[in-house]
């Protein structure tokens, strides 16, 4: 017999957020689990961003509830969501063009371990090894040295990885991780993310439009329509929906043949 389950990654329940006459985001629940990569799919306006923005601080639900390791961050501003272990790659995550990987990532681990109290590092160097173990990471281990400004789109996308990780997160937030790159960077982007979560059992929630990324590199698929969930299951589950290929999948899904 086991003890009881620990609690998801991120629990959502009831998730509510309006504009105006605009509901964005109407009743929405999921939990996601450490580990597990969950892509949230839908057509332009479906609410994603919304949902995003509210699990990460920066919206204040009208109603509803989320919890992060089982603990209620519903409504704390994103400083403090982010100090609970939520990164968010992409879009908040601010890169200094004029310092170089390395110094890009060692300030992130600075402000990390400041925010948990450790002692400021003696022996100096200030996690200059930890940098450079999490550039090896991501896949730039070479190019520790160049400042970020020099760097092509799919680098500075890495180096954004690296950034969100120097926050030791336990859920990670990606919103169109792979929006503007080519077709085979995204894929080498989203297997060096999958191995990383896998490694170190973060919880991946991300949106993608990108039907190759998505059945690829997702555990589980939700699928947002209008502020509502409207499917849930495996890939392979998701694909086969008939009101998902409604609303959708469309062209995708019909030349895997099926009536
Ligand atoms: P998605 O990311 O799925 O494309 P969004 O969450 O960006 O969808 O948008 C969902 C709906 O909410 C859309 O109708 C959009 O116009 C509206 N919306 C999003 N953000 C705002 C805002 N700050 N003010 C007013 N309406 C918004
Ligand atoms: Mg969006």
Redesign the pocket.
């Known amino acids: 017999m086991s003890a009881a389950a620990p609690p998801p990654a991120l629990a959502v329940d009831g998730l509510v957020?309006a504009?105006?006459g605009?509901v964005?985001?109407d009743g929405v629940s999921l939990a996601v689990a450490a580990g597990e990569r969950v892509a949230l799919i839908?057509?332009?306006?479906?609410?994603?961003?919304?949902?995003?923005?509210m699990i990460n601080g920066q919206?204040v639900p009208d109603r509803g509830r989320i919890r992060v390791g089982g603990n209620d961050v519903t409504g704390l501003p994103p400083h403090r969501i982010w100090r609970r272990g939520v990164a968010r790659t992409f879009q908040i995550t601010a890169t200094f063009a004029s310092m170089s990987l390395r110094e890009n990532v060692q300030t992130a681990l600075l402000s990390c371990h400041r925010r948990m109290r450790s002692l400021w590092p003696r022996a100096s160097g200030l996690y200059r090894s930890e940098a450079d173990d999490l550039l090896a990471r991501v896949g730039l281990a070479e190019q520790a040295d160049r400042v970020a400004a020099e760097l092509a789109y799919g680098d500075l996308k890495r180096l954004e990885l690296a950034l969100a990780l120097s926050n030791a997160p336990t859920l990670l937030l990606m919103?169109e991780p792979t929006a503007g790159m080519a077709g085979g960077e995204r894929g080498a982007l989203m297997a060096t993310v999958s191995a990383i979560v896998r490694e170190r059992a973060i919880a991946v929630l991300f949106?993608e439009h990108d039907m190759d990324v998505v059945f690829g590199h997702a555990d589980r698929v939700l699928v947002?329509d209008r502020?509502r969930l409207i499917a849930a299951g495996s890939p392979a589950e998701v694909r086969a929906d008939p009101q998902v290929r409604a609303v959708y999948l469309g062209s995708y899904v019909a030349e895997a043949g099926a009536s």
Do not use: E, I
């Open positions: 957020k504009f105006g605009v964005a985001v839908g057509p332009n306006g479906a609410g994603k961003s919304t949902l995003f923005n919206l919103d949106t947002l502020g």
